[in-house]
C-alpha cells in the first residue's frame, strides 16, 4: 500500500497518523521481525479532514459575527469579513484526492472543492479531475445539490460544459437529474413557457425528475417551474377556499368574471 508523502502526511491530524500505524503479528519462531506498515483508510481520512475543516469553518464564522456585532453595538465600522478557511483547506482537500487519483476514492475529495464553492482555481481543479478520471462514478451524489450554483463559481461555459458531460456520462438518476435542471435552470426560470426551450427544458427535466425519487430536487423542481406554468398570465388561478371577514364561506370561483384583489399574510 501507498505510503503518503511528507506533504500529505502533515495535512492528517497527529491522532490519525498514530492510529495508522500498525504492526504485524509476530511470525513463527525464526522468522523475521514484524514490519510496521500505514493503514491509509480514505474514508477515514475523509472523515477527519472534513471535521477539521468544519471545526475551522465554524470558529472562523463565530468569530468574525462576534466581532462584527460588537462594532455595532460600539457605534463602530464593523470589521470587514476576513477569507474563509475554506480556502486552505480546498487545497487540502485537493492534495488528498492527488493522493487517490485515478480511483473513486479521491471522489470525496474532490465533492468537498466543489461544494464548497469558495476558490475558483480550486473549484476548476476539481471539476477537470472529476471530468478526466470520475465521470461516472456515483459517489458524485453528494455534490449533485450544489451544481444548480456552479455557474457562480467556474462562470456560465465553464459549468455547462461540466454539466453537459455529466448528462451524458453519469447513469445515477439523482446526478443526472440535479445536472439536467441545472443546465436548464435559466430557461425553467426565465424563458418563455409558450417556447420551444422552454417545453424541452420543461419535458426533459420532469421525466428525470420523477426517475430520480429526489424529495429535495423534486420540490426545488415544482417550486420553480409548476408554480410558473400554473400562475401564467392567462391561467386560471387556483380555486382559494376561505372565511370572509362576516364568518361566511367563500371560495374564489363565486367571484368568477368580477375583479378580485387577493391580499395574503399571515402572522408566525
Same mark, same amino acid.
Given at each position: 500500500m501507498k505510503l503518503p508523502n511528507p506533504s500529505t =502526511?502533515?495535512?492528517? *491530524? @497527529? @491522532?490519525?497518523?498514530?492510529?495508522?500505524? @500498525?504492526?504485524?503479528? =509476530? *511470525?513463527?519462531?525464526?522468522?523475521? =521481525? *514484524?514490519? =510496521?506498515?500505514?493503514?491509509d483508510d480514505a474514508a477515514e481520512r475523509y472523515e477527519a479532514l472534513d471535521e477539521e475543516a468544519g471545526e475551522a469553518i465554524s470558529e472562523w464564522s463565530q468569530a468574525w459575527r462576534k466581532a462584527y456585532f460588537a462594532a455595532r453595538e460600539a457605534g463602530e465600522q464593523p470589521p470587514a469579513r476576513p477569507p474563509s478557511p475554506a480556502i486552505e483547506y480546498g487545497a487540502k482537500f485537493l492534495e488528498a484526492a492527488a493522493d487517490y487519483a485515478g480511483t473513486d476514492d479521491a471522489v470525496p475529495f474532490l465533492g468537498w472543492v466543489v461544494t464548497s464553492g469558495v476558490e475558483k482555481a480550486h473549484v476548476t481543479s476539481a471539476v477537470a479531475t472529476i471530468t478526466a478520471s470520475h465521470l461516472g462514478s456515483e459517489r458524485l451524489e453528494p455534490i449533485a445539490p450544489t451544481l444548480p450554483r456552479l455557474a457562480r463559481t467556474l462562470g456560465d461555459d465553464e459549468a455547462m460544459r461540466f454539466l453537459d458531460a455529466l448528462r451524458a456520462e453519469n447513469g445515477h438518476p439523482g446526478v443526472k437529474a440535479w445536472a439536467t435542471y441545472a443546465r436548464h435552470s435559466e430557461t425553467l426560470s426565465g424563458g418563455d413557457i409558450d417556447s420551444e426551450d422552454f417545453q424541452t427544458a420543461f419535458a426533459e427535466t420532469e421525466a428525470l425528475v420523477e426517475a430520480a425519487d429526489d424529495e429535495t430536487l423534486s420540490r426545488t423542481w415544482r417550486g420553480q417551474v409548476m408554480a410558473r406554468i400554473e400562475f401564467a398570465i392567462g391561467k386560471v388561478a387556483p380555486d382559494i377556499e376561505g372565511i370572509d371577514l362576516g364568518g361566511s364561506d367563500f371560495k374564489l370561483s363565486d367571484y368568477e368574471?368580477?375583479?378580485?384583489?387577493?391580499?395574503?399574510?399571515?402572522?408566525?
Open positions: =502526511a502533515m495535512l492528517l *491530524p @497527529a @491522532a490519525l497518523v498514530v492510529a495508522g500505524l @500498525a504492526t504485524a503479528a =509476530a *511470525p513463527p519462531s525464526g522468522g523475521t =521481525a *514484524p514490519v =510496521a506498515r500505514v493503514v368574471g368580477k375583479v378580485v384583489f387577493l391580499d395574503f399574510w399571515g402572522d408566525w
